[in-house]
């Protein structure tokens, strides 16, 4: 509860002397200016360090580390009998994602990087403190030290406020899974930071989360896993609106109790299935999938493709370096159905099942789709509440901004994350895979791993943002 009431504190500073908001933009582009990158798309043959395998096809690192793109067999119980083949990134090592935090004139702080990714649409975004693989933080990279590294791997010196293993993009990576921390320095405990790096209260980043593509996908993932339940001893007061009561209130405020959620989703997890094969590159091609000298694509257009490139950032651990990336063909909608039930602001969530779950399904945002790809005479089957979201008044959408998602492996991979108030009137009563949940539910589950996906944990982050 002590962490739960400071993060609040922090939520409601929108500024603070040590980094005043009105310069965080032309901190940003500063170092943009300072640095040298580069990212330009190369043929395979020209990836460093790269092959496909002679037998399999699999593209992988010749250090059998970093990732590898192999094929992935997946059927669940709503798929046709035999199945889907499609390209998957199998990157079984866990890597780590970390905030520094430091309590500056009695507000908790988060040490931010302004940090380079070669997918990322506008080059720079803040970004966590360290943002590593175990393969950089291990050397094989053979890079420059990682900085502040040491804070997360030996925490004597800090105190944890999170530490959880959340999972990542599971329609595109195989079982993906990062150490998402927050440590906090003592108040007197000083670290020297350097230009890449900014102290930032949460009521500031709560103010980036509302422009486009600022704030990266790592730091929405940690950030979201901040405790917030019973922050508010006062939320049951008439002047609290229903996102604080939701956000900062107590759990059992809510529709239903979290004995009743777990039960739910448990048996979700136990009645549908997901059946995983890992299957050589090569035999995508079963399923439409062709690989020409520059991307493994589809025939369909639809998807995704895998494309290599040749990057050069001088702010990073190494200065230049090649690798593959997954480029999404068309950007994705993840938006949220919210309704306050008893004076408490609600979320719609699903249980989702997806080919690259760890355990089956995770809870996702109501709509999680393509929506270009469910408008074509060949196109899936309308999502549930997709109607909903593409028809809602402009007066509905309490958030609504572009976010990117996470630019080491994706390229250029941007979705519009949308929460929207539905009317008083809209059902309570959901189908079997969907279920009202508050927010403090769900920052509850996420001092646990695999229970929210990273588009739900977005939103969460972006959630900050309501009055």
């Known amino acids: 509860m002590d962490t739960a009431r400071r993060v609040l504190v922090s939520a409601r500073s929108p500024d603070t002397r040590v980094t005043p908001f009105e310069g965080i933009a032309d901190w940003l582009a500063e170092r943009l200016r300072a640095g040298r990158f580069d990212v330009a798309r190369i043929p395979f043959e020209e990836l460093r360090g790269w092959s496909f395998h002679p037998g399999t096809g699999n593209l992988h ?3 059998g580390r970093f990732f590898s793109v192999e094929g992935l067999h997946v059927r669940t119980d709503r798929m046709p009998e035999r199945g889907w083949t499609q390209p998957i990134i199998v ?11 430091r309590e500056i004139d009695g507000v908790l702080h988060f040490l931010m990087q302004a940090k380079m990714e070669p997918g990322n649409v506008n080059i720079l975004q803040v970004s966590p403190t360290v943002q590593a693989t175990r393969s950089n933080f291990t050397g094989v990279h053979q890079g420059r030290d990682i900085r502040f590294l040491d804070l997360f791997l030996e925490p004597g010196r800090v105190r944890v406020l999170v530490d959880s293993i959340q999972s990542e993009q599971a329609d595109w990576f195989l079982a993906k ?4 921390m927050i440590v906090e320095l003592a108040p007197d405990d000083d670290i020297a930071t350097g230009e890449d790096f900014r102290w930032l209260t949460l009521g500031q980043i709560r103010r980036l989360l509302l422009r486009d593509n600022v704030v990266n996908m790592d730091a929405r993932s940690i950030l979201a896993c901040l405790p917030t339940a019973d922050a ?3 939320d049951d007061s008439a002047g609290a609106s229903p996102v604080h009561r939701s956000f900062f209130g107590s759990p059992t405020h809510a529709r239903h109790t979290m004995a009743e959620v777990l039960t739910w989703f448990t048996g979700v997890r136990a009645l ?5 094969n890992r299957v ?3 035999s995508v091609t079963a399923d439409g999938w062709y690989r020409t000298r520059h991307e493994i694509a589809h025939e369909s257009g639809r998807h995704f493709r895998v494309i290599a490139a ?3 950032a001088s702010s990073r651990e190494v200065a230049s370096w090649t690798q593959p990336l997954i480029e999404p063909q068309v950007p994705g909608l993840m938006a949220l159905l919210v309704k306050p039930i008893d004076g408490v602001l609600h979320a719609l969530v699903q249980a989702r099942v997806d080919v690259g779950h760890l355990n089956v399904a995770e809870l996702a945002p109501t709509v999680q789709c393509r929506p270009a790809e469910h408008t074509r005479p060949d196109g899936a089957p309308y999502p549930p509440y997709l109607g909903q979201v593409l028809s809602a008044p402009v007066d509905s959408f309490r958030y609504d901004a572009v976010q990117s998602e996470e630019g080491g492996r994706f390229y250029h991979a941007q979705n519009r994350y949308a929460i929207v108030e539905v009317s008083p009137g809209f059902p309570e009563d959901v189908p079997d895979d969907f279920a009202w949940l508050t927010l403090a539910q769900l920052t509850t589950l996420l001092a646990h791993g695999n229970y929210l996906n990273i588009e739900l944990r977005t939103l969460v982050a972006c959630a900050l943002t309501l009055p």
């Open 310 to 312: 040749e990057v050069t």
């Open 61 to 63: 690192h010749a250090s």
């Open 272 to 276: 549908r299935e997901l059946v995983q």
């Open 91 to 101: 990157q079984p090592e866990v890597g780590l994602l970390g905030i520094v935090a």
């Open 177 to 180: 899974r990062n150490r998402n």
């Open 232 to 234: 508010d001893s006062t």
């Open 280 to 282: 050589p590159l090569d």
